[in-house]
């Protein structure tokens, strides 16, 4: 699977929308990009994912850049319980039987009020 | 419609012991894997089961084991607990098909001493 790079942290005003980069330069055509959080100590909970159409649910937003090297995931009124990791994954569609899941160190949001 | 539940959630083991965690996926899913958590290594896959049949497993030594019954429901165990086993052991359930997406439990945090 293709490494992502995300920020470490980041800051958001609450009620602000947050906009959380992800670079996946080496991401191949068989590749979605998955996003998770995790609040501190509960287990990871799935966002959103695509693979180069931009994807809406009712948590929040993905946009694909049109040559699929890098995404941002936008959460469109952050509040103080969105603050938690932030991971950005990409898995290759041959493998999503496959749950060898791992999550690099992601970004940590922290909502402020 | 319930989570994925983990039992016990916490758990203080001395060296030497050995330890089963158990899981109950959400109702309908069939593909229930196993992930360790630690601050250094971050998260790591350590099994999946499908079906009462283990499909993948991580790079783990032959303590580390697991099992899924009919219901779906899954255990896993580990043998001569020692001190590096410390970590929060997630359980994740999915449907299965071309979705890939993960719904992971709280977790059952083992402190080995």
């Known amino acids: 699977d293709a490494k992502t790079t995300q920020p470490p942290s980041m800051d958001c005003a609450e009620g602000r929308a947050a906009n959380l980069p992800c670079n996946h330069s080496t991401i191949s055509g068989n590749e979605y990009v998955y996003w998770y959080r995790q609040i501190h100590s509960q287990g990871p909970q799935y966002i959103i994912h695509?693979?180069?159409n931009n994807e809406t649910n009712e948590m929040a937003s993905l946009i694909i850049t049109e040559d699929r090297k890098s995404s941002t995931l936008i959460l469109p009124h952050a509040t103080l319980r969105d603050t938690a990791v932030y991971y950005c994954i990409v898995r290759a569609l041959r493998l999503l039987n496959d749950y060898k899941l791992s999550f690099g160190a992601g970004t940590t949001v922290t909502v402020r009020a | 419609k319930a989570g994925v539940t983990q039992t016990p959630r916490y758990l203080i083991k001395t060296r030497g012991q050995q330890v089963t965690l158990s899981c109950s996926p959400i109702?309908?899913?069939?593909?229930v894997s196993w992930y360790q958590q630690t601050p250094g290594q971050g998260l790591q896959f350590l099994f999946e089961y499908f079906s009462e049949t283990q499909r993948n497993k991580g790079n783990f030594p032959g303590r580390f084991s697991g099992r899924q019954f009919s219901n779906s429901r899954s255990e896993m165990n580990v043998s001569t607990l020692e001190l590096g086993d410390s970590a929060l052991y997630l359980c994740a359930s999915s449907p299965g098909g071309d979705t890939g997406e993960l719904f992971f439990g709280e977790g059952s945090r083992l402190t080995v001493l």
């Open positions: 695509g693979l180069k």
């Open positions: 109702s309908g899913h069939r593909s």
